[in-house]
T-cell receptor, first 108, second 114 residues
Framework: LAKTTQPISMDSYEGQEVNITCSHN???????ITWYQQFPSQGPRFIIQGYKTKVTNEVASLFIPADRKSSTLSLPRVSLSDTAVYYCLVGPSNMLTFGGGTRLMVKP | EAGVTQFPSHSVIEKGQTVTLRCDPI?????LYWYRRVMGKEIKFLLH????????ESGMPNNRFLAERTGGTYSTLKVQPAELEDSGVYFC????????????FGPGTRLTVL
């Protein structure tokens, strides 16, 4: 399974755009890139998934370069409620492998 | 639509006792997963059911853990006998067939073994 590397923590302010980059140099051809969000005392929540180029939904955008060795989760105009841990996962379907995640703190 | 539910939310037991955790997946989801996070560690995969069949149980730590999904609906995870290192949060998730990595997680059961 591809190993992922992402920042341990990030700080931001309300209204700013936040970009969290994840490195996955050993990504395999059939691997998808998936991001989850987790609030304290809750289970992880799916945010977005992509295979290549750009994916956008109502919550975030995911940018994946052509070599797929990294990906960037973009959160537009964050609010205090976006304070959470964000996980980048890379792998085939079904078995999710969580790393340490990025702890995002949004300040007023 | 109801999400994934887990029972109990918390459980405190003594070493050597037995505990059974329950997970009710989202209706219609054939895939059901168990994960856990032990203290200070990352969330780890335990096993995966497709309906009532165990598709992958490579993450089960040892034979003190037994998961079942009779009838392909809810699932139970029994720990017998519990050890101190079993303390942590146990998550259940479910997904539709061919949903790639979009899994819906429950709130987790916090297990404390004293």
């Amino acid at each position: 399974l591809a190993k992922t590397t992402q920042p341990i923590s990030m700080d931001s302010y309300e209204g700013q755009e936040v970009n969290i980059t994840c490195s996955h140099n050993n990504i395999a051809t059939n691997d998808y890139i998936t991001w989850y969000q987790q609030f304290p005392s809750q289970g992880p929540r799916f945010i977005i998934q992509g295979y290549k180029t750009k994916v956008t939904n109502e919550v975030a955008s995911l940018f994946i370069p052509a070599d797929r060795k990294s990906s960037t989760l973009s959160l537009p105009r964050v609010s205090l409620s976006d304070t959470a841990v964000y996980y980048c996962l890379v792998g085939p379907s079904n078995m999710l492998t969580f790393g340490g995640g990025t702890r995002l703190m949004v300040k007023p | 639509e109801a999400g994934v539910t887990q029972f109990p939310s918390h459980s405190v037991i003594e070493k050597g006792q037995t505990v059974t955790l329950r997970c009710d997946p989202i209706s219609g989801h054939d895939n059901l997963y168990w994960y856990r996070r032990v203290m200070g560690k990352e969330i780890k995969f335990l096993l995966h059911f497709v309906k009532e069949s165990k598709q992958d149980e490579s993450g089960m730590p040892n034979n003190r853990f037994l998961a079942e999904r009779t009838g392909g609906t809810y699932s139970t995870l029994k720990v017998q006998p519990a050890e101190l290192e079993d303390s942590g949060v146990y998550f259940c998730a479910s997904s539709q067939v061919n949903a790639n990595n979009e899994q819906f997680f429950g709130p987790g059961t916090r297990l404390t073994v004293l």
